[in-house]
């Protein structure tokens, strides 16, 4: 398929074959209860904390990403990603802020065992043999799982105290669904064109995805 949408794409397929596990890891109950407006405070600082980290992890993943982008003979997507990589630096600051905001010391925090689960399977990506198809799929599935996450959050109906707002808007705004969605695209195009194992190699990323976003949330909540 070609027409730049995303309907009966690779990864739409992988989203409703998986659906159960996609659903656990954007209808969590961490992030249902911010939508409800029951979230434990604890668990909220213990999740930004904890976040703060993994972006700081991302920005090398997001790099890895890049680097295999620009390697490649149409490197068309480069800007795309280039911007990823830029908006990263913003959210480090705002990580920061909101850190000060709520009172959360973010020099005294180590990542607790699900966010080392998690910053292992994006430092993998460093190995030159994994394919620019399998970087870009989990790059993709990465910023979809909190884009649906935090879009839930803002969506109709929600009794999201007002001082988490912030927090949702960041991941569940209409821009950063148009940039998922062009991940999406990008990723799509890409599986398209790529060898069967590959596309193999690139839908197991995306469930290992699911996992660890799964784990994250728990970790959160401190349900493990
Ligand atoms: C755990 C996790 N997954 C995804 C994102 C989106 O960038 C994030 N900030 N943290």
């Known amino acids: 398929m070609d027409g730049g949408g995303v309907e009966g794409s ?3 397929a992988w989203m ?3 659906q159960q596990m996609y659903e656990r890891a954007t209808r969590h109950p961490f992030t ?3 939508r409800d407006g029951t979230i434990d405070l604890s668990a909220f600082k213990r999740w930004l904390s904890q976040d703060y980290l993994f972006v700081r992890e991302f920005v090398a993943f997001v790099a890895s990403v890049l680097l295999k982008c620009c390697k490649q003979e149409d490197n068309s997507d480069m800007e795309t990603i280039l911007g ?3 908006s990263l630096s913003d959210e480090l600051s705002w990580f920061k802020n909101e850190a000060a905001r709520w009172g959360v010391d973010l020099a005294s925090i180590s ?3 699900s966010n080392l689960e998690y910053h292992r399977f994006l430092q993998s990506f460093n190995e ?3 394919s620019y198809a399998v970087a870009i799929t989990t790059f993709w599935a990465i910023e979809t799982v909190y884009q649906d996450s935090f879009g839930f959050c803002i969506e109709e109906g929600n009794k999201t105290p007002p001082e988490l707002l912030g927090t949702c808007q960041r991941w569940g705004s209409a821009d950063f669904k148009l940039y998922c969605q062009c991940l999406q695209r990008i990723a799509d195009r890409i599986l398209a064109n790529a060898p069967a194992d ?3 190699s690139a839908e197991e990323a995306f469930i290992r995805v699911l996992e660890l976003e799964i ?3 728990e970790m959160s909540s401190c349900r493990s």
Request: no cysteine.
């Open 215 to 217: 784990g994250f949330w």
């Open 16 to 18: 409703e074959r998986y």
């Open 128 to 130: 030159p043999e994994i």
């Open 198 to 200: 590959t596309v193999k």
């Open 84 to 86: 990823g990589v830029a």
């Open 10 to 12: 690779t990864t739409a």
């Open 111 to 113: 990542p607790l065992e």
């Open 32 to 34: 249902v209860s911010i």
